[in-house]
C-alpha cells in the first residue's frame, strides 16, 4: 500500500532551481528570434523566476549564468531576489564565449589561456560568496575537433590543475560540480564527455566534487537512469540539469521528449531517498525556449518534472521487491507501470491547493496580467540573450 501522507510531504519537499539564461531571448545559429517583455538585465531574470516559483511554488532559486548575469554588487542581486521570495542557487561559469578559448579553455595549450580561465573560475567563487550559493558549475567546452590535434592526456592533466586549484578555494559549505557532454562544440574529443570522466575527477579532488548529470548531453539510446544511480550509489550525484531533446541538445522543456525516461531518473533518485534538499541534489533545469514563452515554459518545465516525481513516488516498492525477488519479470515490470500511467494531477492540484495555490500554475499565471506587465513596461534597453 503507498502512504499517501508520505507521497505529498515528499512532493512538497522537493525543489527545482531556474536558469536565468531561460528568461533571455535564446535561438539556433541560425537565429535567435526577440520576444516583447524579454528581462533585460539579471533584475528582470529574477523577477521572472519569482513568477514561476509564485505559481508553483516549489521553484525557490535562479542560477546565474557568468558573464550573461555580471552586476556591480551580486549582494545587491541576492537582495532583491530575496525581496521578490527567491534565492540566487547555483553560479555557472562561462569559458566559451571568448576568441581566447578557440582551441579550448582550462585544457587550452597556451598556458595564458589556462590562467585567464582558471581565473575566470576563481572569479565565479567570489560571486557565490557574495550571493550565498552553494554550488559552482563546471561546463567546459573544451575538446579537440580532430585526430592529433592536441594531446588527449595532456589536456587531462591541465583540467585536473585547474580543477584541484578552483577545489583548493572553495569554502566551507562550497560544492563544484562537474558537468559532462559528449560532443558539441568539440566534434572528435570532448575533455568531459561522459558521466566517467567527470566521476574520476571528482573521485581524486574529494567530497566537494560532484557530477552533473545533463539529461541532454547524451548519446541516444543512453541509460541515463543507469548512470544516475551509479553516481547515487557512489555518493557523487550533485545535480542534474534537466531538458529534453530529439536529437542533439537541444535544451527542450524537460519531459517533453521522454516523461517516460524522465519518470525512471525520478524512481532511482527517489529509491535513494535522495529528493529532499537535505539530500544535497541540486534538481535544476537547463533549457533555453526559442520558440514557446518563457515564464509558462518554465512553469509548465516545473509541473513536468513534479509530475514524474509524484509517479515515482506512487511505485508499490514493497510490492515491486516480492515480484523482483520471485523472478516475477511481468509482474515486477507492472508495478513500475501502474505508477508511470497514473494521472497525478488530481494529486498535485490538491497539494497546491492546501498550500494555497492555483491547482494548475500554467493557467494561473496566463490569467495574472503579469505577461502583458512585462510587455507594456520593458520598453527600451537591449533584452538580455545569449552572449549578453
Ligand atoms: C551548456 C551546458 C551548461 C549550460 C550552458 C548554457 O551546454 O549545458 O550547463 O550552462 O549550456
Ligand atoms: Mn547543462
Known amino acids: ?67 550573461w548575469d ?12 530575496k525581496a521578490n521570495g527567491i534565492e540566487i542557487g547555483t553560479v555557472n561559469s562561462n569559458v566559451f564565449q571568448d576568441d581566447d578559448y578557440k582551441l579550448g579553455s582550462v585544457c587550452n595549450p597556451d598556458p595564458r589561456v589556462r590562467r585567464k580561465a582558471l581565473a575566470h573560475l576563481m572569479e565565479c567563487v567570489d560571486i557565490m560568496d557574495a550571493t550565498g550559493s552553494r554550488d559552482l558549475k563546471l561546463w567546459f567546452a573544451d575538446g579537440t575537433n580532430y585526430p592529433g590535434q592536441d594531446d588527449i592526456a595532456a589536456r587531462q592533466d591541465r583540467l585536473a590543475e585547474a580543477l584541484q586549484a578552483v577545489y583548493d578555494r572553495l569554502g566551507p ?37 560532484l557530477v552533473v548529470v545533463d539529461t541532454g548531453h547524451h548519446a541516444p539510446g543512453t541509460n541515463i537512469e543507469f548512470i544516475v544511480a551509479m553516481l547515487l550509489r557512489a555518493g557523487k550525484l550533485g ?13 527542450l522543456m524537460v519531459g ?4 517516460f525516461q524522465l519518470f525512471r531518473i525520478m524512481f532511482e533518485v527517489v529509491k535513494a531517498d535522495a529528493l529532499a534538499p537535505a539530500a544535497g541534489i541540486a534538481f535544476m533545469l537547463d533549457q533555453c525556449h526559442n520558440i514557446e514563452p518563457k515564464i509558462p515554459a518554465q512553469i509548465r518545465s516545473v509541473m513536468n518534472v513534479q509530475e514524474a516525481t509524484a509517479k515515482a513516488l506512487l511505485v508499490d516498492t514493497d510490492v515491486l521487491r516480492a515480484a523482483q525477488a520471485d523472478g516475477d519479470v511481468l509482474g515486477a515490470n507492472a508495478v513500475l507501470m501502474d505508477a508511470y500511467n497514473t494521472d497525478v494531477r488530481p494529486l498535485l492540484g490538491d497539494l497546491r491547493e492546501e498550500q494555497g495555490l492555483a491547482r494548475d500554475p500554467y493557467r494561473a499565471y496566463l490569467a495574472s496580467g503579469y505577461a502583458e506587465k512585462i510587455i507594456s513596461e520593458r520598453i527600451g534597453g537591449t533584452q538580455a540573450g545569449w552572449g549578453a
Open 70 to 81: 555580471k552586476v556591480d554588487d551580486y549582494a545587491v542581486l541576492a537582495a532583491h531576489a
Open 1 to 67: 500500500m503507498i502512504d499517501r501522507t508520505r507521497v505529498t510531504e515528499a512532493l512538497r519537499s522537493h525543489q527545482i532551481e531556474l536558469p536565468s539564461w531561460a528568461f533571455g531571448n535564446s535561438g539556433t545559429r541560425f537565429k535567435v528570434f526577440s520576444q516583447p517583455g524579454v528581462p533585460r538585465n539579471p533584475f528582470e531574470k529574477a523577477d521572472d523566476a519569482a513568477q514561476v516559483h509564485k505559481y508553483t511554488g516549489v521553484a525557490p532559486r535562479m542560477a546565474v549564468h557568468i558573464p
Open 239 to 251: 545535480a542534474f540539469d534537466f531538458n529534453s531533446r530529439f536529437y542533439a541538445d537541444d535544451d
Open 173 to 209: 559549505g562550497q560544492r563544484m560540480l562537474l558537468e559532462y557532454k559528449f560532443f558539441e562544440p568539440a566534434f572528435y574529443a570532448t575533455d568531459v564527455p561522459d558521466w566517467g570522466t567527470s566521476l574520476v575527477h571528482c573521485q581524486a579532488l574529494g567530497e566537494k566534487a
Open 256 to 259: 517533453a521528449a521522454d516523461p
